[in-house]
C-alpha cells in the first residue's frame, strides 16, 4: 500500500498543477474576447466626429474665402480710385489681343495730354456713333486748329486704324498702365443682384454656421491631461 501511495499521489499532484496553468490563460481569451466588441465600437463612433470636424473646417474655409474675395472686390472698385487715382474698366471685345483680352481689367491712370506719345494706349469715348469708351493704341498725335490735340487710334488686333480721329477733351487722358486678366468677367459676375445678396448675407451665415459646427464637433469625454495625472495618482494609491 506504501508503494502504491508513492506512485498515485506525484500523478494527483501533477494533474492538479496542469489544471492550474491552464486556468489564467482560460481567463486571459475571456478578457480579450470582451475587449473586442468595446474597441469596434469606438472606432465606429470616432468615425462621425471626423466628418463633423471636416466639415466644420470646410465651412469655415469657404466663409472666410468669401468674405476675403468681398474685400478685396471691395478695395479694387471702391477705396483704390478715391486713394489712389486709378481707374477700372474691363475689356469687352478682343481688339486688343494678346496683350488685353475680353474679360481683362484695364487699369488706368489719368496722364497730361502733354505727356502722351505714340504707342500709349488709352482709354476715351470715341467721338462717333453711341460715344462709346474704348481702349487703343495711339498710332498718331496730331494738333487741331485751336491749339487742341487729336489722336488715331488702332486695336493691336485689327487690321486697320479706327475710322474716326479722336480730338481729347481737357488737360488729362486715361493711359493704360496695368492689365489684371479674367477679373473683369468676376466683377460682372459679383456685381449680379444674386452674387450680391450671396456675398451679403451668404459670407456671414457660412461662417457662422462653421463656428457652431467646431463648438458641436468638441468631444465632452475627450480626455485632458489633468484627467490622466489625476486618474495616474489613483492607481498608485
Known sequence: MSALSTITTPAVHGRRSATHSVQPGAATTETAAVKQPAAATTVATAQ????RRVAGKAAKGIGAGMLVLGALVFLLLAIGPRILGYQTSTMLTGSMAPLINPGDVVVTIPTPVA????????TYHIPVEDQRVETHRIT???????????VQTKGDANNGIDPWIATL??????????????????IRTLREPMVMNTLMYGAPAILVIGMLASIWTKNPNKTTPEDVAGAGDETAA
Request: hydrophobic share 35%; net charge negative; proline share 5%.
Open 169 to 186: 477733351q481737357g488737360k488729362t487722358v486715361d493711359k493704360q498702365i496695368a492689365t489684371i486678366p479674367y477679373v473683369g468677367n468676376a
Open 115 to 122: 505727356d502722351i506719345k505714340v504707342g500709349d494706349i488709352i
Open 140 to 150: 498718331e498725335i496730331t494738333t487741331t486748329a485751336d491749339g487742341g490735340t487729336a
Open 48 to 51: 462621425p466626429g471626423a466628418f
